[in-house]
C-alpha cells in the first residue's frame, strides 16, 4: 500500500539506465515499478507550480540556464523491494536522489480497474499529481504506483477497502 519511492535524476545518456539497473541487481535488489522522463518536463512543471515564488529566489537568467542543464537529465522514480539498502548503495555511489511516500496498489488487470481506483481519489477529493503502472497482457494483475496530494487521506481510503469497511 504505503511504499517509498526514489527519485533521482540520471544523465540523459546511452547506458546509464543500464549501469544504475546493474548496480541494484549485482547487489540483489529488484526494481519493482520504475518510470523515466526527460528531467526538463519536470523542471518546467516546477515553474509552473510555483510560479512567482521560485522568480523570488533566482534571477532570470538562472531559469534559461536550469532549463537548459535540466535537458541532460532524465528523472528517474521507482520502487524497489529493499529501499534502505538502495538508499545507501546510491548514496555510496555518489548519485542524488530523494524519497516520496506513494501509494502502490495491486490490481485486478480488467478494463475498468485503474477509472475505478481514480474516482475513488476524486470521491474522496484526493488529488493525483502523476500515476505510472502496467501489466503483461497475460497476467490477472497489474500494479499501480499513486502519488497523491494527501497520502494519509489516501492511504486510509484504500486501508479501509482492504479492511472491508
Known amino acids: 500500500m504505503v511504499r517509498t519511492e526514489i527519485q533521482l535524476f ?4 546511452p547506458g546509464e539506465l543500464g549501469k544504475l539497473s546493474r548496480l541494484f541487481s549485482d547487489e540483489g535488489i529488484n526494481i519493482d ?3 523515466i522522463q526527460d528531467a526538463s518536463d519536470y523542471v518546467q512543471g516546477l515553474f509552473k507550480a510555483r510560479g512567482k515564488s521560485l522568480k523570488r529566489i533566482a534571477p532570470a537568467a538562472s531559469y534559461g540556464s536550469m532549463q537548459k542543464d535540466s535537458a541532460r537529465f532524465a528523472l528517474i522514480r521507482l520502487l524497489v523491494n529493499d529501499t534502505d539498502r538502495a538508499m545507501d548503495l546510491l ?5 542524488l536522489f530523494d524519497i516520496l511516500p506513494v501509494i502502490a496498489l495491486v490490481i485486478d488487470n ?3 480497474m485503474l477509472a475505478e481506483m ?15 503502472g502496467s501489466a503483461m497482457t497475460d497476467t490477472d ?7 497523491p496530494e494527501d ?8 486501508r479501509e477497502e482492504e479492511d472491508g469497511s
Open 33 to 35: 515499478a520504475l518510470t
Open 91 to 95: 548514496s555510496a555511489k555518489g548519485y
Open 141 to 147: 494483475r497489474a500494479l499501480f504506483v499513486f502519488s
Open 110 to 112: 480488467r478494463p475498468g
Open 118 to 132: 481514480a474516482q475513488k481519489f476524486g470521491e474522496e477529493g484526493v488529488n493525483i499529481n502523476y500515476v505510472y
Open 151 to 158: 497520502i494519509d487521506l489516501a492511504a486510509q481510503i484504500f
Open 10 to 13: 540520471l544523465i540523459n545518456a
